[in-house]
C-alpha cells in the first residue's frame, strides 16, 4: 500500500514541535548511536542543536506565509537565495539550475530551555501545472532536504577537522555541502548511520565564515562515496574547457553587463550565433557561475568578467590558449604517455616555441596567455632579495631572463624605483616587452638584449628565471643554470618562479602543470628538492623557497659558498706551463 507523503503545512508543524522540544546533548546519541562519554560531552560543548530543515513547494509565496502563521513561525527576514539546496536539486533531477529559484526562510522558534532556534524552511514555488510538479512530488515522498543542523560556535580549522572526524568514527558519512555566500556561511552535510534513532537521517554542521581547505576535503570524501557520479563529472572536463574557450572567442563576456541583463535575442545579434543554440550555452555557462540568469536575459558574473579583454587581470588569452593549440596538443596525450616526447612536436611537426615564433598571431596569444597570470607575481617585489638591492643607495641591476613581455621585471622597477632593468628576450618578443615596459612608465629605465640563455649579462645584482626551467629537461635545466652562475657576482641572487610539486600526494596545480608541460614543451615540473639538485650541479645554491599566487613558488638561489683551501707548511715554487 502507497503511502501519501503529508502536506507542506503538516511538515512544518512537525519540524517546529521537534526543533522546540529536543536537548541537544540528549539528541546527539539518538543520531550517533554508541556516541557517549567524552566524545559526546567534547561535540555537545562545541555544537548546539540550531534548526531543523525541510524543503516545501508552496503555489505562491503568500501561501507559504500563511502556513508558517498557521505553525506559529513568524519571520521578519527577506528569503535568501538557497546555493547549496538548488545545486542539489538540479543534479538529482537533471535539472537546469537556473530554473530552480529555491530560497530560504528562518522563522524562530524557542528551545525547551527558551534559547533561540529555528526552522530552516527551503521554498521552490510551484504553481499548478508547472512542469516542476513532478520534481516536488519526489521530494516530498523522499524528503532528501531534511535535515538536522548543529551550529559550530567559535570554529577553527583545528576544532572543524576535529569534529568531522568524529562524526566519521561514528559511521555518519559526507553528503556534500558548500558554501553560500548570500550568508557568508559553510555548510557540511552528513548522512547519520542506518541504526540512528532519529527522525532525520541527514545532519549538517554549519559553520560561519568561508572554509575552502574543510570544504574541499569533506567534498572529496562525499565524492568517493559516489564513483560513478564522479567520473561522469571527471569524463566531462573537456566540455567545460571548450565552452570556456568558445565564450572567449566570442567575445561573450564583452557582450554581457555585470548589472544588466542581456537576452539572448540581443547576445545572438552581437556574436552572429544561432540564438537556441546559444542559449544552451548560457545555460552551461550558469552552471560553471560564469554568468548568471536574470529574468529574460543573463549577466556577467565576477568570475565571468575574467573572460573580458578589457580588464587588467584578464585571462582570456589563457582560455583561448587552452582551448586551442594547447586543447589539441593534449589530445595526443596518449603519444607523450608511451613514448616521453612533446605531443605538441609529434602533432605540429615542431616544437612549441618555433611553431608560435613563426606565426605572430599565435606569438601574440602565448606571450599574453603568460602574462594573464601574472598575479602570482604580485608578491615578489617585497622578497627580501628584491627589496636589499632595492634599497641600496648604490645603482644596482636586475637581469629578467626570458622575461616575456616584462611583466614581472615591470613591477619589480616600479616598486624600486631606483632599480636599473635589463630583458633578455627573442627579438619578436622584445618589442612587446619595450611598449608594455613603456605603458608601466619603468621604460626608460630598461635595456633590452635580444638572444638566448648564453647572453645572459654579467655583473647584475639580481638574476630572474620566472617560469624559464619547465619548458626543458634536465640536461638543458643544468645548461640555463651554468649560464646564469657564470654570469652571477659572488653577491647576486637568483629567483626562480615556478609550479613546485609537492614532496607527498597532497593535491597540487602543480602535478597538472607537470603533465600539461611533458605533453607541450618536453619539459616537467619538479620538487624543490629537485631543483636543489640541479642548482648544486651548476654551482648555486637554493637558499629557501616562498609560496606565490596560483600554486606557483618563489625559490631564492645563490652561488653556493667554496670552502677555504688548506694552504701548504711551505711555499711551493712556481711551475710555468706552456710560454712564459
Known amino acids: 500500500m502507497t503511502t501519501t507523503p503529508p502536506d507542506d503545512e503538516t511538515r512544518l508543524r512537525q519540524a517546529a514541535a521537534f526543533v522546540r522540544e529536543q536537548d541537544t546533548a540528549a539528541l546527539l546519541p539518538l543520531l550517533l548511536p554508541g556516541l557517549d ?116 560556535e567559535h570554529p577553527d580549522p583545528l576544532v572543524l577537522r576535529g569534529l568531522c572526524a568524529l562524526l566519521a568514527r561514528h559511521d555518519a558519512t559526507p553528503d556534500g555541502g558548500g558554501y553560500n555566500p548570500h550568508e557568508d556561511a559553510t555548510v557540511l552535510y552528513f548522512t547519520t548511520p542506518t541504526d540512528a534513532k532519529a527522525a532525520y537521517r541527514r545532519l549538517e554542521l554549519h559553520v560561519r565564515g568561508e572554509h575552502p581547505d574543510i570544504l574541499a576535503t569533506h567534498l572529496a570524501r562525499h565524492h568517493a562515496h559516489q564513483p560513478a557520479e564522479t567520473l561522469l563529472h571527471l569524463l566531462t572536463g573537456a566540455w567545460t574547457t571548450q565552452a570556456l574557450a568558445v565564450c572567449a572567442r566570442l567575445g561573450l563576456a564583452d557582450a554581457l553587463n555585470p548589472r544588466t541583463a542581456t537576452t539572448t535575442a540581443t547576445l545572438a545579434r552581437h556574436t552572429g550565433t544561432h540564438p537556441d543554440t546559444l542559449d544552451a550555452l548560457l545555460h552551461y555557462l550558469a552552471m560553471l557561475d560564469v554568468v548568471t540568469p536574470d529574468g529574460d536575459g543573463f549577466r556577467l558574473t565576477g568570475l565571468g568578467a575574467l573572460l573580458r579583454t578589457d580588464t587588467p587581470d584578464s585571462m582570456r588569452a589563457l582560455a583561448l590558449m587552452y582551448g586551442g593549440p594547447f586543447y589539441q596538443s593534449f589530445a595526443a596525450l596518449e603519444h607523450t604517455v608511451r613514448t616521453g616526447d612533446a605531443a605538441f612536436d609529434h602533432l605540429f611537426g615542431e616544437n612549441h616555441f618555433d611553431h608560435f615564433a613563426r606565426d605572430p598571431e599565435l606569438a601574440d596569444l602565448f606571450d599574453r596567455s603568460m602574462a594573464a597570470s601574472s598575479r602570482m607575481f604580485e608578491p615578489v617585489p617585497a622578497h627580501p632579495a628584491v627589496t636589499a638591492v632595492g634599497r641600496s643607495p648604490a645603482p644596482r641591476t636586475v637581469v629578467d631572463i626570458a622575461g616575456g613581455n616584462g611583466e614581472l621585471l615591470g613591477r619589480i622597477l616600479t616598486a624600486h624605483p631606483h632599480l636599473h632593468g635589463v630583458l633578455l628576450e627573442r627579438p619578436h618578443v622584445v618589442e612587446a616587452a619595450r611598449h608594455a615596459l613603456d605603458a608601466a612608465g619603468c621604460g626608460d629605465r630598461c635595456t633590452y638584449r635580444c638572444g638566448d640563455f648564453a647572453d645572459v649579462p654579467a655583473g647584475a645584482d639580481l638574476y630572474l628565471l620566472s617560469r624559464v626551467l619547465h619548458d626543458w629537461d634536465d640536461a ?91 694552504r701548504p707548511p711551505h711555499p711551493t715554487p712556481a711551475t710555468t706551463v706552456g710560454p712564459s
Not at 659572488?490 to 602543470?513: C, G, K, N
Open 476 to 566: 638543458r635545466c643544468r645548461e640555463i643554470l651554468r649560464h646564469c652562475a657564470r654570469a652571477m657576482p659572488a653577491h647576486a641572487d637568483l629567483l626562480i618562479v615556478e609550479r613546485v610539486l609537492p614532496a607527498d600526494a597532497s593535491t597540487s596545480l602543480a602535478t597538472a602543470w607537470d603533465l600539461h608541460m611533458r605533453c607541450n614543451t618536453g619539459g616537467r615540473e619538479r620538487r624543490a628538492d629537485h631543483y636543489a639538485r640541479l642548482l648544486a650541479d651548476a654551482g648555486l645554491e637554493l637558499l629557501d623557497r616562498t609560496p606565490l599566487p596560483l600554486g606557483a613558488t618563489l625559490l631564492h638561489a645563490r652561488r653556493a659558498t667554496l670552502p677555504s683551501p688548506t
Open 37 to 152: 562519554g567524552p566524545e559526546l560531552w567534547a561535540l555537545a560543548a562545541h555544537c548546539r542543536l540550531a534548526h531543523a530543515a525541510l524543503l516545501v513547494f508552496p503555489p505562491d509565496r503568500p501561501t507559504l506565509h500563511a502556513q508558517l502563521a498557521a505553525c506559529g513561525m513568524a519571520f521578519d527576514t527577506p528569503p535568501i537565495p538557497s546555493v547549496v539546496v538548488r545545486d542539489r536539486l538540479a543534479r538529482r533531477h537533471h535539472h537546469d539550475p537556473a530554473a530552480l529559484d529555491v530560497r530560504i526562510l528562518r522563522p524562530a522558534v524557542l528551545g525547551p530551555g527558551r534559547e533561540p532556534r529555528e526552522v530552516e524552511v527551503f521554498a521552490l514555488t510551484v504553481p499548478p501545472g508547472s512542469p516542476l510538479t513532478r520534481i516536488a512530488a519526489h521530494e516530498r515522498a523522499h524528503q532528501h532536504e531534511a535535515h538536522l543542523a548543529l551550529e559550530v
